[in-house]
């Protein structure tokens, strides 16, 4: 009897550590009231669409629209809209409109293609664009930009291609991987102060103006411009705000009166190739302020009329280039500058220095042999 009694003890024991093991594990008997709600993202199925809470928002589809209405609105904080691979696309309408119109901070916009808008993606700060394809906006009205955003922006894996305007960012953004190709203005890279522009193509965009373009304190680095002699006007390839650095870039003109790199005062142009192609009229490859300092770079001009490296201001250091072509090889307006172990071939003026400043001697080399100097600071002719 007694073992009987112990027996379903134990068992009524382990029933009950069992039922409450149960309820640990699958939350209470009750559930509370109210409609069961979604956690994943909102599908986005036709425009126009504004969005006012924060999360992840996902296109279904393409969307076309014939109408001049704004496409997406956000007004909410901490969104990301996914567009999974689709296009939102304008078409037909005779006023073209903004696609995405941003009025909050803390937006992401990612993964598919805007085509035929008059803008494309307007408005907000800390907003980033990941590889996005964005299209023809705002062809014919002379203002729509593929993208404009506010500060602290980043752009990344993008392409555009035949838009009025490229990018347009505030100060602190940072553009990186991406391409802007044939736009109707030269403004293919517009970014503030305390920008950066890395591992960027710009390809034969516009008549005027700068290809890449970064306010003060600024960085430019390996990124790459070409401006075609079918352009013409007076383009610039990289133009660079004060204390700014523009390093490992290789760019193209080819427009008549067109630039290569334009520095303001207190810059560094480092490890630059560029190759001037420009007629009479334009300073041609490199143009600098004051206190900047040009080294190691590779100027061509392989038009007779053109200038390579153009020294304007005063107290720069011109150290360590190769030029070749041209009819000034380097070109010294300013005083208080320093020139040492330069190198200047087959230009019609190799040095044109001005009183002054400070040059190594000049040191002409005739045909082919040793260099006769072991002057560490000459500047050769050859």
């Known amino acids: 009897m007694n073992r009987s009694r112990r027996s379903t003890i134990t068992l009524l024991s382990a029933l009950t550590l069992f039922t409450v093991a149960a309820v640990l ?50 007004n909410a904080d901490g969104v990301v809209v996914d567009l999974e691979g689709h296009n939102l696309r304008q078409n037909g309408s005779p006023s073209p409109t903004t696609c995405i119109q941003i009025n909050s901070k803390s937006v992401t916009i990612k993964n598919g293609t805007i085509s035929g808008w008059g803008s494309g993606i307007v408005g907000g700060s800390h907003v980033a664009l990941e590889r996005l ?16 955003l506010g500060v602290n922006s980043q752009v990344s894996d993008c392409a555009l291609k035949n838009n009025e305007r490229g990018l347009v960012l505030g100060h602190y953004s940072e553009v990186t991987d991406s391409s802007v190709q044939d736009s109707e203005s030269s403004s293919a890279f517009v970014l503030g102060d305390y920008s950066i ?21 600024s960085r430019v680095t390996d990124s790459s411009v070409l401006a075609t002699p079918v352009l013409g006007g ?3 390839g990289i133009n660079a705000g004060d204390d700014s650095t523009v390093e490992k870039c290789n760019v193209v003109v080819g427009v008549v009166g067109g630039t290569g790199i ?13 190759d001037a192609r420009v007629g009479t009229g334009g300073p041609g490859g490199i143009v600098v302020a004051t206190d900047c300092t040009v080294r190691d770079c590779h100027v061509v001009a392989t038009n007779s009329n053109s200038q390579t490296i153009l020294v304007q201001g005063n107290r720069n250091v011109i150290e360590r280039n190769t030029v ?54 000459a500047n050769f002719v050859y």
């Open 324 to 377: 070749s072509g041209g009819f000034l090889g380097i070109s010294v307006t300013g005083t208080g500058n320093w020139l040492a172990g330069n190198r200047v071939s087959t230009a019609a003026t190799p040095y044109s220095i001005g009183p002054a400043n400070t040059y190594g001697a000049i040191t002409v080399v005739a045909g082919a042999g040793s260099i006769a100097t072991t002057n560490p600071l």
């Open 234 to 236: 007076l383009a610039v």
């Open 133 to 148: 394809r964005i299209l023809d906006t705002g062809i014919g009205n002379g203002s729509g930009a593929a993208a404009q």
């Open 25 to 74: 594990y699958a939350g209470p008997l009750n559930p509370p009231t109210g409609p069961v709600t979604a956690t994943g993202p909102t599908m986005i199925l036709s425009f126009p669409f504004t969005i006012t809470k924060p999360g992840t928002y996902r296109v279904c589809s393409e969307i076309l629209v014939t109408t001049p209405v704004v496409g997406l609105t956000i």
């Open 197 to 217: 522009v890395s591992r960027c193509i710009s390809t034969n965009n516009g008549t005027s103006g700068a290809q890449i373009s970064v306010g003060r304190s």
């Open 262 to 274: 334009r520095v303001a005062d207190r810059c560094s142009i480092q490890d630059c190739r560029v």
